[in-house]
């Protein structure tokens, strides 16, 4: 199956600083990446839909100018968590749609996740 | 709005046993629903899709069944092994249109196979 690749894995920063949260399709064009966040025994909850070339779609309820995204390439998003603040703290999940695949076939491929800690 | 339901949240089974996770969801207007493993501090692997108008997936040990007009979908993992323990997850996209494919997941199953 495709990969896609999240770095970091996890990171421990201090409050108020910026985090930047890459992700990675390897072998395969994503026009549409997609990024999660996970609490403790929580469902994941979509935040955004990242669109290659164009502004990306926020869930309600989620800050666009703290979680910022960026989908400058076709193999490339990152997420970037600004003024972090303890209640951040969690574990981010992006995944990839691979645009070869029909619209009702398709799978979403994931990435490893970062476990983002503020302090 | 979609509301996904797992059954049990956890589950401790010894090895060789037969087992059934079940996933239930509020809104029958969906494309497909797929099953996930994720295991700690990882990332999700897709075990099984199951389009709407699909009733079952095979896939090796796993077996998924939807029947969409009810909500719900089971995963069936047969002979289980100590390497199955994980966190299972079932997912279901709505129609959101365009290029987005919201995916509603649940909590999750958490299964421990014990040797």
């Known amino acids: 199956g495709a990969v896609v690749s999240q770095h970091p894995s996890r990171v421990i920063c201090k409050s108020g600083t910026s985090v930047k949260i890459e992700c990675r399709s390897l072998d395969f064009q994503a026009t549409t990446m997609f990024w999660y966040r996970q609490f403790p025994k929580k469902s994941l909850m979509l935040m955004a839909t990242?669109?290659?070339?164009?502004?990306?779609?926020?869930e309600q309820g989620v800050e666009k100018d703290k979680f910022l995204i960026n989908h400058a390439s076709l193999t490339l998003s990152t997420l970037t968590v600004t003024s972090a603040h303890p209640e951040d703290s969690s574990f981010y999940i992006c995944?990839?749609?691979?645009?070869?695949?029909?619209?009702?076939?398709?799978?979403?491929?994931f990435g490893s996740g970062t476990q983002l800690s503020v302090l | 709005k979609q509301e996904v339901t797992q059954i049990p949240a956890a589950l401790s089974v010894p090895e060789g046993e037969n087992l059934v996770l079940n996933c239930s969801f509020t809104d029958s207007a969906i494309y497909n629903l797929q099953w996930f493993r994720q295991d700690p501090g990882k990332g999700l692997t897709s075990l099984l899709l199951i389009q709407s108008s699909q009733r079952e997936q095979t896939s090796g040990r796993l077996n998924a069944s939807l029947d969409k007009s009810s909500g719900r979908s089971t995963l069936y993992i047969a002979a289980s092994q100590p390497g199955d323990s994980a966190t299972y997850l079932c997912a279901v996209r709505g129609y959101s249109g365009g290029s987005n494919y919201k995916l509603t997941f649940g909590k999750g199953t958490l299964l421990t196979v014990n040797p």
């Open positions: 995944s990839a749609r691979d645009h070869r695949t029909g619209l009702l076939n398709e799978k979403l491929f």
């Open positions: 990242s669109n290659e070339g164009s502004k990306a779609t926020y």
